[in-house]
Nanobody, 121 residues
Framework: QVQLVESGGGLVQPGGSLRLSCAAS????????MGWYRQAPGKERELVAS???????NYVDSVKGRFTISRDNAKNAVSLQMNNLKPEDTAVYYC???????????????WGQGTQVTVSS
């Protein structure tokens, strides 16, 4: 099994910053992409940002220029620096990792428990 532990959510005023962190542990053979999804009340879960093991990143248009994803392959960790936060960024943020266990030939997505980000004055 793969465990993903997130940290860094909270309440911040519009224009503020937060940094989300996530570390994967378990019987991991390899991790391909890692990243963050979010889900706001009444809305579908959306991919916010992802990064491959080679460092290629991808962002949803609404966060480009404000959010930066980074990764430490040696620690199986991924972070999301969120600047200039807006009320519409309010959501539960979920870390994910597309990983292969030592006992498997296949990659599949694993998820963290989610961390709440609230942007409000």
């Amino acid at each position: 099994q793969v465990q993903l532990v997130e940290s860094g959510g909270g309440l911040v005023q519009p224009g503020g910053s937060l940094r989300l962190s996530c570390a994967a542990s378990g019987s991991i053979a390899s991790i391909d992409a890692m990243g963050w999804y979010r889900q706001a009340p009444g809305k579908e879960r959306e991919l916010v940002a992802s990064i491959t093991s080679g460092g290629s990143s991808n962002y949803v248009d609404s966060v480009k220029g404000r959010f930066t994803i980074s990764r430490d392959n040696a620690k199986n960790a991924v972070s999301l620096q969120m600047n200039n936060l807006k009320p519409e960024d309010t959501a539960v943020y979920y870390c994910y990792a597309n990983a292969r266990l030592r006992s498997s030939f296949y990659f599949r997505d694993h998820w963290g428990q989610g961390t709440q980000v609230t942007v409000s004055s």
